[in-house]
């Protein structure tokens, strides 16, 4: 190719990416991949470039999440795709939309053997093993179309990652698709609900008296319906960690994110009415076995296939959450506003929910009551596979909307928290964003905070130190294992910190850390603060 603008596939490919509104991609270029690269300018295509293809996906993922878009990704053949594949596999175990996309061998070169630079035995099938699917191409009418399918899916179906890989002489040949393929598809309409379904639901609910709804992931975009069903229902609400901020978690009604305690069990095995929505009720979040319920359970979910999966349902609707809310509030008589029956209820499971959290991790707790004294109500939080997350900021320190929690909460993967806040940041500029996490999980990606510093964004870290793996040091002690390999030795942080050009700083006061995080928020930039948890230890035994 020249340097010259030609229309070639990976423009195509780009075009149409735009018309759906993606304005971002993230992703490192590569030799082979550059012909996805040469267009961005044009489109008006900002380009991130993060220091490992895995910082890619989650920030793809964290920018995602704010956007409602599919995060696009976009690497290099061979080893830049393997790299990607386990933010592919958050993607998946988490039910969020990516798109990959990937340079491939040339038409009739693949599983040639003969020591190409990237070659692989086949990525196609390796990536098809992760995601939702993975497609090889064989024109640019096909590569268009794939983009498209991957659209249909993220908009009516289960948005899950897709692999699209261009074989490079595809790539970089003349386009061969018409200029109404460059044009997306219009938006279906979400799908309702069974009317007589949707009936029988009314009266289920209409004649609970101890109502609770459980809100997922599939409910995120319909936050105001969820909240004003659950007033007319009286009902408390608990969310799964993909569910958090559907209601804002400072509502009367809302219990927060909760399902791994005892307490929240309680609370939804004493409904008589369980009102499931767009939850696969996943046994991660389930760390006392599965639920129990004593009463009826109806189930909300896009797919049939999920109506009975993990919590077996009295009652199934196949629909849209957000489209069978509505249904349901069009349906039911009004509440009586009068009635604090449920919001008492909810604060009762609150108490009983804090005094658990507290006697499972004190110090966690202290730590955690301190970062939300210095949190912004409007703060997007990021968060990774840490106990100061799982077993503090989950549900200790409250978010007032969807997607404001940056997590996986099923693949459980470390090195995610602070490339998901960049990838959150990019795309919601005027919120603070303030990502809190482990020591331990932090090593994993600590190379993206050039990636922050380059994309000048203001962003907070906060560095939970335990002193390694304290969960998997846990584990050990519960088998009888001496500690092996789990007490790491640590670097000193703020001076890493300054190297790469943010500011860094040790808290060595306990009440010190929520000026500390304001001060850190209010000054811009990027930012880390040290944070040892035996601070909080400390003051415990005091």
Known sequence: ????????????????????????????????????????????????????????????????????????????????????????????????????????????????????????????????????????????????????????????????????????DVLEGESDCPPEMLRPHSEPQPAAGDDEHVARAVRLLTGATRPVVLAGGGAVRSGAGVTALAERLGAPVVTTLNGRGVVPESHPLAVGSTLRLKAAHALVNDADVLLVLG????????????LQPSGQVIRVDLLSTQIHKNLPAHMGIVGDAGVVVEQLLQALPDGDPSDTTGARRATVARAEIDRESREWAPATAACCDAIAAGLPADVILGADSSQICYYGTANMVPVEHPNSYLYMATYATLGYGLPASIGAKVASPHRPVVCVLGDGALMFSVQEFMTALEQHLDLVVVCVDNGGYREIEENEADRGIPPIGVRLDQPDWPALVTAFGGSGASVRVAGDLPGALRAAIDAGGVHLLHVPLSLFETEEQG
Do not use: C
């Open 1 to 168: 190719m020249t340097t010259e603008s030609a229309r070639n596939v990976g423009r195509d490919v780009l075009t149409v990416l735009r018309a759906y509104g993606v304005d971002t991609v993230f992703g490192i270029p590569g030799t082979h991949n550059l012909e996805f690269y040469r267009h961005l300018p044009e489109l008006g295509i900002h380009a991130v470039t993060t220091r490992h293809e895995q910082g890619a996906g989650y920030a793809a993922d964290g920018w995602s999440l704010q956007t409602g878009l599919p995060g696009v990704v976009v690497t290099t053949s061979g080893p830049g795709l393997l790299n990607a594949l386990s933010a592919a596999a958050t993607a998946h175990a988490e039910s969020r939309p990516m798109i990959i996309l990937t340079p491939g061998p040339p038409l009739g070169q693949e599983f040639a053997d003969i020591g190409a630079l990237h070659e692989t035995k086949d990525t196609r099938a390796a990536a098809d093993a992760v995601v939702q699917w993975a497609r090889r191409v064989e024109s640019g009418r096909e590569a268009v179309q794939a983009v498209h399918d991957a659209m249909d899916l993220f908009r009516a179906g289960r948005p899950r990652p897709v692999v699209i890989e261009v074989p490079l």
């Open 279 to 290: 939850s696969k009720v996943g046994e991660a979040e389930l760390w006392w076995g599965p």
